[in-house]
């Protein structure tokens, strides 16, 4: 299995971006999907995360902000993210739990990151 992430670029402060991931291979399902982030010098912090279902939540510094969803038939999840600042900055990487087929196996898979720079 394999996940590529993309979408990440400049946008100046106040912008908007979305990233894409999708996810290949030999899969079977997909249970939660996430994005976490990682900036200069600071630890991976957990983003958002979109539930098989379609439950959400969000890390406290993105409420309202920024917005995850999936697309099941695609095996993609999607990061909408307005009002960007530049505490934003930072690699993102997609996150799935995916069961895989011959034998079925759960496992997280990690995508390679994109990068976000919200500067003027």
């Known amino acids: 299995v394999q996940l590529q992430a993309f979408g990440g670029g400049l946008v100046q402060p106040g912008g908007s971006l979305r990233l894409s991931c999708v996810a290949s291979g030999r899969i079977f399902s997909i249970n939660d999907m996430a994005w976490y982030r990682q900036a200069p010098g600071k630890q991976r912090e957990l983003v958002a995360t979109?539930?098989?279902?379609?439950?959400?939540n969000y890390g406290d510094s993105v409420k309202g902000r920024f917005f995850i969803s999936r697309d099941n038939a695609k095996n993609m999840v999607y990061l909408q993210m307005n009002s960007l600042n530049p505490e934003d900055t930072a690699v993102y990487y997609c996150?799935?739990?995916?069961?895989?087929?011959?034998?079925?196996?759960?496992?997280?898979?990690w995508g390679q990151g994109t990068l976000v720079t919200v500067s003027s």
């Open positions: 996150k799935m739990t995916v069961t895989t087929m011959g034998p079925y196996h759960e496992t997280g898979y």
């Open positions: 979109v539930m098989r279902g379609g439950g959400t």
